[in-house]
């Protein structure tokens, strides 16, 4: 299949041939598309708000019903208002510094922090040590560059776990 500039498309979503990293199978199916995780299960909003209000604090004495990450840009804020504005959790957000957090993001915190009232705990990793972690991450995925290998860039976000369990708990 193609698109109107004559370049190769799947057959099954809009991707074109100058994706990075795009291949595309004999069906015509991209790389993309073939390896899709459909396992998702998707309930809707009624569901989610079942969960959440199984996790709301019957004992008041605890300070918050949730954690909710917050980078400062549009999805997690928004994410925040409505955990709290709609389904009027009492949330805990949390934020690793990295070094490429901008100033911006940071001043979009603060404001909707102040304007929801809730709490956020801030922190990051000793110097350089994130960019020696995405550095190495890299080069891993440099050898075998794939959509599939993409997570591995990320991989060392997992050393926030800790952290992040120490302040759920």
């Known amino acids: 299949m193609k698109n109107a500039s004559g370049e190769r498309m799947c ?10 990293g795009i ?13 899709y995780d459909t396992r998702l299960n998707v309930r809707g909003e009624e569901k989610l708000i079942q969960l959440l209000s199984e996790y709301k604090t019957k004992n008041r004495e605890k300070e918050y019903d949730c954690m909710a ?10 994410t925040l208002y409505k955990f709290v504005m709609d389904y009027a959790m009492r949330v805990l957000c949390i934020h690793y510094d990295s070094p490429i957090t901008y100033e911006q993001a940071s001043r979009n ?3 909707a922090a102040e304007l929801l009232e809730v ?3 801030r922190w990051g990793s000793r110097e350089g040590e994130h960019i020696a972690a995405t550095m190495k991450a890299l080069k891993i995925w440099g050898r075998h560059p794939s959509s599939t290998m993409i997570p591995i860039v990320c991989a060392h976000c997992k050393n926030w776990w800790p952290t992040i369990f120490k302040y759920a708990h």
């Open 11 to 20: 057959t099954r979503c809009v991707l074109n041939q100058s994706t990075p």
């Open 23 to 35: 291949s595309f199978g004999e069906d015509g199916v991209c790389n993309y598309c073939a390896t």
């Open 69 to 78: 990450g917050l980078s400062g840009g549009r999805d997690s804020t928004y």
């Open 109 to 111: 915190m603060r404001n």
């Open 119 to 121: 709490d956020v705990v």
